[in-house]
């Protein structure tokens, strides 16, 4: 990333050598290419550098690539997968698979913008502002003027466009997050008969997406409208300046070319980076929401230097357990059971009694509110 912007240019610079040494050559004198030898190499060695620092650079990204996204996936599934049970039934499983997905697609995204663009624009700033210092500092101040301007309307905008393009992120998130919630309960949702209200509930949904899809492209054309208007000018400063700069011969016609490259250059790598800001709102807010798995602390955790469970008999022992889901009755109400070990036992109650809540608790599936489980005398909770 370090060839693409040296090439970006010093390429108008190899060029007005190159133009110069056409002009004050006579025409049909022999041997032209030796006495072009220093632009031609340049432009040809500086090429020939950023392609294969570009296949490099396409090589060392197929491996590390997949492998950083490995490496993120793995750690947001194994903290999810340490949360408690209660934590999967009160959060759609569409929702978190979306979340976890994305995270790893949206760190990668971010950095490559951040590599790929912002430093390449970055330093082919720097070099091509120095280029053009040294043919005539009016045209360094021109581009500073414009890119000053330009960095100055990004930010003013820059609040808009984050806000809105986050809130898009969002609702494409809990879009999708919902059709595969939708999609997963089909059996629940056919025995029902509830297709058409699953649409008009994922309706709900879309127009909510599609909403915030025209706010985040409305702050983004708002902002291209007066970025277009600052172009133009800048356009029209430019060439009015170098045909002014020529007639008085204060620049070469090589000089021009370096010039009007060099510009048209910046302008294209400036559009796309304040572009990208755009993406990289998104992709933020992609990530906060996926990291809000991980700001939730585990709601069950075993005590530091606790001991492996040891299963002998089996022998289960409830000492006055009293347990209700979050702020509900309770379930359990100080109750003692003792199961002997291998003693079959049959759980019987209305539906709703609390049968299977029974078993969640000895697997240790929820905290209990008070009271103790013992599993072969070995305190669980
Ligand atoms: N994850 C949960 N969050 C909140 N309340 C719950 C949860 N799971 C069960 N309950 C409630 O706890 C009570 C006991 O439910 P439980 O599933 O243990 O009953 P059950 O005896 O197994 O019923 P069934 O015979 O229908 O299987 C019910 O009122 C139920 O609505
Ligand atoms: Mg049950």
Known sequence: MIFWPLNESLCPYFVKVLINKLLSLEPGINAPFNLLAFPLMGLFTSWLLMEIANRFYGMVSMYVW??????IRESILTYTQGHAHGYFSEHFTG???????????????????????FFSTILTFCISLGLVLQINPLFGLILLVFVAIFVALTILNMKDINHTAKTHAEAISELD?????????????RLFSRTSYELKYLNKYQTDEIKKSEQASWAIEKANFYKGWLTFIFVVITFSTLICAWNNRWITIGDCSLVTMTFFNLMGLIWHSTFHITQIAKEIGISNAALSILSAPHEIKNYPNARPLLINQGAIYLDRVTFSYKEKTNIFNEISVQIKGGEKVGLVGLSGSGKTTFVHLILRLYNLNSGKILIDNQDTS
């Open 66 to 71: 997949p492998r950083f996204r490995k490496d």
């Open 95 to 117: 929702g978190l698979a979306n979340k976890i997905a994305e995270l790893p697609r949206a760190c990668a995204h971010i950095l490559d913008i951040f590599i790929c663009n």
């Open 177 to 189: 997050g919902q059709i595969v919630d939708s999609l997963g309960a089909m059996l629940a949702v």
